[in-house]
Structure formats: C-alpha cells, structure tokens
C-alpha cells in the first residue's frame, strides 16, 4: 500500500465522523430519540413475533414521518453556526463519489444474492421483455417486492413450520408441512405469481384479465409462462386447496402424504420431494424475487438511465451555496427523469393514473 494515501483515508474517517456527530448534534432532541429507539428495536428483533416487530417500527416510522412534517422550529444562533459548518464540511466531502460506488456495490450484491437461485435470470428475462413494450414499466410491478419491511412478515410466518421439518417425523412432519404449504401459498406465492401475470401482460403484448382465484391463476400462468420453466409450479394451486380443505392424508409405509381437491384424484408424494418443491417455492416467492426487484432498480432505474451518474456529477452544485447552480443541477436532474420515465408517465396518463 503506498503510504501517501494513509493520511489522506485518515482525513477522510475523520472528515466522516466529524459530519455525522454536527449531523446528530443539530437534530431536534424528539427525532434523536425516535431513532435511537429505531436502532433499540432492530437490536430486539425476534423472527418469532414478525408482527409485533413491525407494528412498533412502522409506529416509529410514522412518529418521525410527522416530526418531519411539522414546520421546523426557529435556529438558535449556535444552531445556524452548527449548519453552516455542516454545509462547509460537505463541500469538502466527496458525497458524489462515494454514492457512485455505493451504487454500484448495491448492484452487485443484489446481483450476487439474486444468482443464487438459478431462476433468477429468467425473472430478470420476463422483466427485461416487460420493458421493451414501454420502458420501465416493471418497476410498477416490482415496487411491492422491493418493499424488505412490508415483505418480513409475508416470509417469516411459515419460516418457523419449514425449519421445524427438519427436526420432526412423522406424522408431526406431516402436518407441519401442510400448513407450510398452505401459508407459503397464501402469504408469498400468490402475490408472486400476480406479479408475473401482470409482467406477462406487457412482457407477451397480451393484455388478459387476470385470474381471481388462486387454483386459476397457477394454471393459467403456468401456461402462458412456459418458455421459463421454474417460475410457476403447475402442481401449487391445486396441492394449496388440498391442504387448506383438508383433502390430505399422511401414510406412514414410506412415509407419503396422499392429496387430492375436486378437480384432481387423490395422488401420493413423498414428504421428502414436496418439502423439496415447497423450498423451491418458498425461496423464488420469497428472497429471489425480492433481490431481483432490487437488483433491477440498481441496475436498471438508477444506473442505467444515468440517473446515478447525473446526481453523482452534480451533488458538489448542491452544496455550492450558488443558487443558480444549485437550479441547474436540479433542472439537470429533472430532465434526465424525464426522459427516463416519459413513456411510463403517458401510460400511467392514457390509463387514468395521472
């Protein structure tokens, strides 16, 4: 390592802390507080009570989303000081640099999470021909899957039933794994798979109606989709109404679970293979479609369309104190957005959405 840049990096850690300590000084004490209570939580997780979880820091979320809106109280003069000074800092901060890189790190590790399921290059295919028809449009789709808060519940309720398969046998296996089953349908693989049907809308340029009912949707889906097999499991609509209705039974003689619904005549799979098919849904519905959807907003909403880029170049202009290059920077910005988002806006407009 050439030992020039060691003072240079210690200028820099310092220059952070320096930052980040004025930053936390000048907050009002009531937004101190609700994120020192934001960090207490996070450190107090326990996956066992996902709701309890949630419920408290969207609470919190919501405390600091009205601290923000209400109107900012006067600056004492050591406030004012305090800010000048952070504003003195920051220009003399690469913050366009580092959000460069951290961009692109972002990319890769979503990229990296996402390729651990094979399955993922055929989501990132249907999402990419999606976007031929009107650019952008999957983020549209996608916006739920990127939501990590709103999505922990959906993923950890059936967690605790699929880790406990691997300590338990039997019939106490059984069951467990039928209410895996049903609670991985209802709470991730719907919403996945109604993802998809409304990619295939624009990704096919076939504008269909989509299916209402659970059992209708995997069929209909699973034929329109299959040119990328793996992303729908043709067998889950039906084997979901078996273990919801109780159309199942459990034969210990090599160790079976038999299901059958209305429409389909009893049929034995091992516990094994379906604890195999069920894992395979549970990860495509869960982890794999969640760092695809972040890896495409990365990637393809802030990389590609040079919004990264043209926030990195001018963020010094919005530290200049210059109002009529802190303008242009904006006006700048704006216009690339508008570029980048100018057919999804006419089609949101042509659909009453705007």
């Not at 802390?17 to 960090?39: E, Y």
């Amino acid at each position: 390592m050439d030992n020039r840049e060691i003072p240079n990096a210690n200028r820099r850690e310092q220059l952070e802390r320096t930052i980040a300590n004025q930053v936390w000084k000048i907050l009002p004490r009531r937004v101190r507080r609700t994120v020192s209570k934001m960090t207490y939580l996070a450190d107090d997780f326990d996956p066992r009570r996902p709701a309890v979880f949630i419920a408290k820091f969207q609470s919190l979320l919501g405390e600091a989303q009205r601290l923000t809106q209400m109107p900012p109280p006067s600056l004492t003069p050591q406030q004012t000081w305090a800010l000048k000074r952070i504003i003195v800092l920051l220009r003399r901060y690469p913050f366009g640099e580092d959000l460069r890189k951290f961009g692109h790190q972002l990319t890769r590790m979503a990229k990296r999470d996402a390729m651990q399921d094979p399955r993922a290059s055929l989501l990132l295919k249907l999402i990419s021909e999606a976007d031929q028809n009107v650019p952008l449009v999957s983020m549209i789709f996608l916006r739920g899957a990127m939501q990590s808060l709103e999505r922990l519940r959906s993923q950890l309720e059936p967690a605790d039933l699929l880790i406990s398969l691997d300590s338990t046998r039997g019939d106490v296996r059984a069951r467990a794994l039928v209410r895996a089953y049903r609670e991985t349908a209802e709470w991730l693989y719907e919403p996945y798979l109604r993802v998809l049907w409304r990619l295939s809308n624009f990704a096919l340029r076939e504008e269909k109606a989509e299916p209402k009912k659970f059992g209708q949707l995997v069929i209909q889906l699973s034929q329109r989709l299959e040119a990328y097999p793996g992303l729908v499991d043709s067998e889950a609509g039906w084997r979901r109404n078996a273990a919801a209705h109780r159309h199942w039974e459990y034969e210990a003689k090599g160790d079976l679970l038999i299901m059958w619904d209305e429409n389909t005549p009893r049929s034995s799979i091992t516990i094994d293979h379906l604890i195999s098919r069920l894992n395979e849904i549970y990860l495509i519905s869960g982890l794999t479609i969640e760092r695809v959807a972040q890896l495409y907003l990365f990637r393809d909403v802030f990389c590609k369309t040079g919004l990264l880029d043209a926030l990195c170049d001018r963020m010094p202009d919005f530290f200049s104190l210059d109002q009529e290059r802190i303008e242009a920077a904006g006006t700048h910005i704006s216009n690339k957005t508008e570029t980048a988002f100018g057919p999804l806006k006419e089609l949101l407009k042509a659909n009453g959405y705007a």
